[in-house]
């Protein structure tokens, strides 16, 4: 399998999936989308993978850029290529599609609980995974009412679409799934993100949220790995160390 990332800065990468991907032997090519880096033609890949990002999905204005990645999106959908977007690439998701994406009432950031809805508890991307379970947050924005024809798969108080199904094999999860040890230090050192970590949080955020996720990492990486499994089984790919 050789798997297409957009990328929308540089520290929000596959994480520990870039473990995963070389454990299995799979290729992935990332594109830096907000550096200026072309989309290269789908045809030459198994899937496409959406990241994170500081902006939000409506800014075309102030990143042109965007416009394009969401024709990439709805092409590759169009071509039943298997795609997984999280954060903003779940927004991107929501939005390619017609969906509406806008800002929260209220931010989520830190480590938070989603539950599975019925239709999560039965989908194959999520199978094996608990009804309920924590995760770590860091956005404002969200998907608000989701593409016709999307299925919600997860959701929480303060984000009613935290997975979304559209199709067979297009996914989205608003939550972060791709965490390293790194991670959290990383993304603090990124303005809007520090900003909203003190804002949300309060002040010493950074050293309550790097000890809280580094005391779930095991975890959030088990998570991680069943997730992956199940996104290179239903692109029908079987990897060799999952």
């Excluded at 790097?210 to 790995?225: I, M």
Aim: contains cysteine; glycine residues 12%.
């Amino acid at each position: 399998m050789k798997v297409l990332v957009f990328q929308h800065i540089a520290v929000e990468h596959p994480g520990v999936f870039r473990d995963f991907l070389a454990a299995d032997g799979f290729g992935w090519d990332a594109v830096e989308l907000d550096a200026g880096e072309p989309i290269p033609p789908l045809a030459g890949y198994d899937a496409l993978w959406a990241m994170g990002g500081p902006m939000d999905a409506w800014e075309e204005d102030a990143h042109p850029w965007l416009a394009a990645e969401k024709g990439a999106i709805r092409e590759a959908i169009g071509r039943g290529m298997p795609f997984l977007g999280i954060c903003l690439g779940h927004q991107l998701l929501g939005a390619a599609l017609g969906g509406e994406v806008g800002p929260m009432a209220r931010p989520e950031v830190g480590l938070c609980q989603v539950a599975l809805t019925e239709a999560g508890r039965n989908d194959p991307l999520l199978a094996g995974s608990p009804d309920r379970f924590t995760v770590l947050q860091w956005h404002s924005s969200a998907v608000l009412a989701p593409p016709a024809g999307a299925v919600t798969l997860a959701t929480s108080p303060d984000c009613a679409i935290q997975a979304m199904r559209f199709g067979r094999l297009a996914y989205g999860v608003q939550y972060h799934v791709e965490l390293t040890q790194a991670t959290v230090p990383e993304w603090a050192c990124v303005p809007a993100y520090e900003a909203a970590l003190d804002r949300v949080m309060g002040a010493g955020a950074l050293h309550r949220l790097e000890s809280a996720a580094a005391a779930q990492l095991a975890t959030f990486n088990r998570d991680a790995r069943r997730l992956y499994d199940n996104f290179v089984r239903l692109a029908g790919r079987p990897g060799s160390a999952g």
